[in-house]
C-alpha cells in the first residue's frame, strides 16, 4: 500500500498521510516528479509506456517520473523514479516548474537532468515502460507535438524547455 504526505495548493505538508487508489480530499493533493533527461549530446530521452497501464498504454513520454513516497521530497523521488525506470543514476537536477491540476488533486515537480551515458545503456522498468528511444533537439518539439505522447505531459514538457505553450 502506497502511502503519500498530503499536502495544501502552497506545498505546504498537511498533517495526514494519503493511500494510493482512495480519494483525496478536496483542496488536498498529492507530489509527482518528472524529470526531463538530456544527454551530454543534446538528445532527450523518450521512454514507451507498458501496454498494461491504466492511462495512456503505448505512449511515449520524455521524462521519468512518478508519485513523491511519505517523507521523501520531489527530488529525491525523482532520482529515485528516475533510476528505477530507466536505470540512469541522477547526480544532480535542475527544477524547472511547479504544475497543480485541482481536478486531479496533484502537484507535479518538473526537474531536468543533464547526463553522460551510454546511449544503450538504459534499464526498462519490468511494468512500466517497454521502450526508449533518443530525440535529438532538432526533433524534439515536432515529436512531443505528436500524437505518439501522452496528452498533457507533453504541453508540460514543452513548457519546461521552450517556455511556450503547445497549439494543437
Same mark, same amino acid.
Given at each position: 500500500?502506497?502511502?503519500?504526505?498530503?499536502?495544501?495548493?502552497?506545498?505546504?505538508?498537511?498533517?495526514?498521510?494519503?493511500?494510493?487508489?482512495?480519494?483525496?480530499?478536496?483542496?488536498?493533493?498529492?507530489?509527482?516528479?518528472?524529470?526531463?533527461?538530456?544527454?551530454?549530446?543534446?538528445?532527450?530521452?523518450?521512454?514507451?509506456?507498458?501496454?498494461?497501464?491504466?492511462?495512456?498504454?503505448?505512449?511515449?513520454?520524455?521524462?521519468?517520473?512518478? &508519485?513523491?513516497?511519505?517523507? +521523501? %521530497?520531489? !527530488?529525491?523521488?525523482? *532520482?529515485?523514479?528516475?533510476? @528505477? #525506470?530507466?536505470?540512469?543514476?541522477?547526480?544532480?537536477?535542475?527544477?524547472?516548474?511547479?504544475?497543480?491540476?485541482?481536478?486531479?488533486?496533484?502537484?507535479?515537480?518538473?526537474?531536468?537532468?543533464?547526463?553522460?551515458?551510454?546511449?544503450? &545503456?538504459?534499464?526498462?522498468? +519490468? %511494468?512500466? !515502460?517497454?521502450?526508449? *528511444?533518443?530525440?535529438?533537439? @532538432? #526533433?524534439?518539439?515536432?515529436?512531443?507535438?505528436?500524437?505518439?505522447?501522452?496528452?498533457?505531459?507533453?504541453?508540460?514538457?514543452?513548457?519546461?524547455?521552450?517556455?511556450?505553450?503547445?497549439?494543437?
Amino acid at each position: 500500500m502506497e502511502k503519500w504526505d498530503a499536502y495544501d495548493s502552497k506545498l505546504k505538508k498537511l498533517n495526514f498521510d494519503l493511500t494510493r487508489g482512495e480519494n483525496i480530499p478536496d483542496d488536498v493533493f498529492h507530489l509527482v516528479s518528472e524529470v526531463i533527461v538530456i544527454n551530454l549530446d543534446g538528445n532527450f530521452l523518450a521512454m514507451k509506456r507498458d501496454y498494461n497501464k491504466a492511462s495512456y498504454p503505448g505512449f511515449y513520454e520524455v521524462s521519468a517520473g512518478g &508519485s513523491v513516497l511519505k517523507d +521523501e %521530497d520531489p !527530488t529525491d523521488a525523482a *532520482k529515485r523514479e528516475t533510476l @528505477e #525506470e530507466t536505470g540512469i543514476r541522477i547526480t544532480s537536477l535542475e527544477k524547472r516548474n511547479i504544475y497543480i491540476f485541482e481536478e486531479y488533486n496533484t502537484i507535479f515537480v518538473s526537474f531536468i537532468a543533464h547526463v553522460d551515458i551510454p546511449k544503450d &545503456s538504459i534499464v526498462l522498468q +519490468e %511494468d512500466e !515502460t517497454i521502450n526508449y *528511444k533518443w530525440i535529438s533537439n @532538432e #526533433e524534439i518539439y515536432s515529436f512531443l507535438s505528436s500524437d505518439a505522447c501522452v496528452p498533457g505531459r507533453n504541453q508540460r514538457t514543452i513548457n519546461d524547455l521552450f517556455g511556450v505553450t503547445l497549439n494543437k
